[in-house]
C-alpha cells in the first residue's frame, strides 16, 4: 500500500533501482545462458566475463546505491523481512558476481580448463535464483 | 515478477544483440542467436504475466481505467509487442540464414552481414526494450492518478 501512496521524491530513485535491478537480473541470465554453453565455445567464455565486467557489475552499483537512496527516502519502521532479504542478496551478491567475474576472466586465460566455466555457471545460477527470491520478497513485502 | 520477466529477457537478447553485431563466422552467429530465444520466451510471458495482473490490479486496488498512466501504458504495451515481434521475426530469419550458411561451409557472407546490422529491425528490437522502460517508468510515477 505504501508503493500506492508515496510521494514524488521516493520515485526516481526507486524507478533507478527497480531499472538497476532489472538489468542485474537480465545480465546474471544472460551469463548464466552463455557460461552453461561455453564448453567449447571461448566466444561464449569471453561474452559471460565482459557480460559479467561491463553489464552485471556495474547495474549491481546503480541498483545498491539507488536502494540506500531509497531506504533514506521512505525512512521504513523497524526491520521487515522483505528488506532484509534485500540487503542479504544484495551485499552477498557483490562478493558472487567478484568471484564469476574472476573465474570468468580465468575461463578465458586458460580455455583448455573446464571448471572456470563450470564456476561461472554454477555462480550465476545460484545468483540468479538468489535476485528472484529476493524480487519476490521486496515486490511482495510479505511479513 | 511479470516486468522482471519482460525487462530481464530484453536485456539478455540486447547482450546477445550486441555481441552477434561483431561476428562474421556464420557459425558463432547462430550459436548466438539460438541463445536469444530464451530471452524471446521470457519477454513472451513477461508480456502476458504483465497485462493479466496489471489487468487485474487496476481492478483490484480501484484506479480509474481512464487515468491519463493506465491508457499510455495499455499503449505502449501493445507497442512493445508490436516492435519486439517484428524485430524478433527478423532475427529469426537471420538465425535461420546462419544456420544454412554454417553447414553450408561456414564462411562469412555479405547477406548476412546485411541482416545483422539492418538499421530498421535493430531500431524496432531497441524501441521495444526502450519502451518497456517507459512503461516501467509509468508504473512507477502513475502521472495523473
Known amino acids: ?143 | 515478477m511479470g516486468a522482471f520477466l519482460l525487462l530481464g529477457g530484453a536485456v539478455v537478447a540486447g547482450v546477445f544483440t550486441v555481441a552477434v553485431l561483431r561476428r562474421e563466422r556464420p557459425s558463432e552467429i547462430a550459436l548466438l542467436l539460438g541463445l536469444t530465444r530464451w530471452a524471446v520466451f521470457a519477454v513472451s510471458v513477461g508480456l502476458l504475466v504483465t497485462i493479466g495482473l496489471g489487468l487485474w490490479l487496476v481492478e483490484h486496488v480501484g484506479y480509474d481505467w481512464g487515468d491519463a498512466w493506465i491508457v499510455a501504458s495499455l499503449a505502449l504495451w501493445v507497442l512493445a509487442g508490436f516492435l519486439g515481434d517484428r524485430g524478433g521475426r527478423q532475427q529469426r530469419e537471420t538465425r535461420a540464414l546462419a544456420e544454412r550458411l554454417a553447414a553450408d561451409g561456414d564462411q562469412p557472407s555479405a547477406e548476412l552481414s546485411e541482416r545483422l546490422c539492418d538499421p530498421v529491425a535493430l531500431a524496432m528490437n531497441w524501441s521495444s526494450g526502450l519502451v518497456a522502460v517507459a512503461i516501467l517508468g509509468l508504473m512507477i510515477w502513475k502521472p495523473g492518478a
Open chain 1, 1 to 143: 500500500m505504501v508503493a500506492l501512496v508515496r510521494p514524488d521524491s521516493w520515485n526516481l530513485p526507486l524507478f533507478l533501482h527497480v531499472l538497476g535491478a532489472v538489468v542485474l537480473v537480465g545480465a546474471t541470465a544472460a551469463v548464466a545462458l552463455a557460461a552453461t554453453r561455453s564448453r567449447e565455445s571461448l566466444l561464449l567464455r569471453r561474452l559471460a566475463f565482459w557480460t559479467l565486467a561491463t553489464v552485471a557489475l556495474p547495474a549491481w552499483v546503480l541498483m545498491r546505491v539507488t536502494g540506500q537512496w531509497t531506504e533514506s527516502r521512505e525512512d521504513i519502521p523497524g526491520d521487515p523481512g522483505w528488506l532484509g532479504v534485500g540487503y542479504i542478496v544484495g551485499d552477498a551478491g557483490l562478493i558472487v558476481l567478484l568471484a564469476a567475474t574472476f573465474a570468468g576472466w580465468w575461463s578465458t586465460r586458460k580455455p583448455d580448463r573446464r571448471w572456470p566455466a563450470q564456476t561461472v555457471t554454477v555462480l550465476a545460477a545460484v545468483y540468479l535464483v538468489a535476485l528472484l527470491v529476493a524480487v519476490f520478497a521486496m515486490s511482495g513485502k510479505p511479513e
